[in-house]
C-alpha cells in the first residue's frame, strides 16, 4: 500500500504553546487529506477534510480558529493545535487519498499530543 | 442518519480459532463502501478489506473475510485461524455516495484478544 508519514509520533508541550503536525504522503498525490481525533479507546471522529489549494472544510463542533489546516501541496497537510490546553490531549491521526486511486484511504503513524 | 455499530466492545478468542466480529451501518445511499481496519496499541490503522456495495461477492483476503448481508445491513469481519498477533481494536467504517471521496466514518470498535 502507500506511504503516509506523520510527524511527530509524539509531542509534549505546555499549555499555551502550539503545536505543528505534519502529514506526507510519501510515494502518491494526495487529493484529499483527512485529520481524526481518536481519544482513549474510542473511535477516530473526522475534525477535518483538507483538500490541496483550497480551505479546509471542519466538521460541526471543530473549532476552525484553534486546529489550523494547511494543506500547501499535494503530498503534505499540516494540523496547528493553537494555545493548546490540556483537554486537547489526544492522539490525532490523518489520511490521504487520491480520488480514482486506491480504493481505500492510507493512514499515517498518529501523534500522540499530550499538553501539560 | 449515517452510522456504523459495533456492538462488541471486546472479544476473546483461542489462539487458531476463527472470530466474527460484527458490524451494522445506517445509511439510505445504494451506493457506499465498507471497510475494516486494525488499530494495535502502537497506533498506525491498517487496511484490511474492503466491500462495496454493489459487488455480489463477499471480500476475502487472506485470513479476513467480510460477510456482507445488504438486507440486514450487516458486515461483519471474519478472521480465520487466528493468531497472537491479531490483538488489536477492529475499526468498520463507511464511505456514502457512488463517487468514493476517502471519507470514513468509524464505529465504535471492538478490542479483539487472542489467548494463548
Known amino acids: 500500500g502507500a506511504v503516509v508519514s506523520q510527524h511527530p509520533s509524539w509531542v509534549i508541550c505546555k499549555s499555551g504553546t502550539s503545536v505543528k503536525i505534519e502529514c506526507r504522503s510519501l510515494d502518491f498525490q494526495a487529493t484529499t487529506m483527512f485529520w481524526y481525533r481518536q481519544f482513549p479507546k474510542q473511535s477516530l471522529m473526522l475534525m477535518a477534510t483538507s483538500n490541496e489549494g483550497s480551505k479546509a472544510t471542519y466538521e460541526q463542533g471543530v473549532e476552525k480558529d484553534k486546529f489550523l489546516i494547511n494543506h500547501a501541496s499535494l503530498t503534505l497537510s499540516t494540523l496547528t493545535v493553537t494555545s493548546a490546553h490540556p483537554e486537547d490531549s489526544s492522539f490525532y491521526i490523518c489520511?490521504?487519498?487520491?480520488?480514482?486511486?486506491?480504493?481505500?484511504?492510507?493512514f499515517g503513524q498518529g501523534t500522540r499530543l499530550t499538553v501539560v | 442518519a449515517q452510522k456504523i455499530t459495533q456492538t462488541q466492545p471486546g472479544m476473546f478468542v483461542q489462539e487458531k480459532e476463527a472470530v466474527t466480529l460484527d458490524c451494522t451501518y445506517d445509511t439510505s445511499d445504494p451506493s457506499y463502501g465498507l471497510f475494516w481496519y486494525k488499530q494495535p496499541s502502537s497506533g498506525e490503522m491498517i487496511f484490511l478489506i474492503y466491500q462495496g456495495s454493489y459487488d455480489q461477492q463477499n471480500a476475502t483476503e487472506g485470513r479476513y473475510s467480510l460477510n456482507f448481508q445488504k438486507a440486514r445491513k450487516s458486515a461483519n469481519l471474519v478472521i480465520s485461524a487466528s493468531q497472537l498477533g491479531d490483538s488489536a481494536m477492529y475499526f468498520c467504517?463507511?464511505?456514502?455516495?457512488?463517487?468514493?471521496?476517502?471519507?470514513?466514518?468509524f464505529g465504535q470498535g471492538t478490542t479483539l484478544q487472542v489467548k494463548p
Open positions: 489520511s490521504a487519498f487520491t480520488a480514482g486511486g486506491n480504493t481505500e484511504a492510507f
Open positions: 467504517a463507511m464511505t456514502i455516495g457512488s463517487s468514493n471521496t476517502g471519507k470514513l466514518i
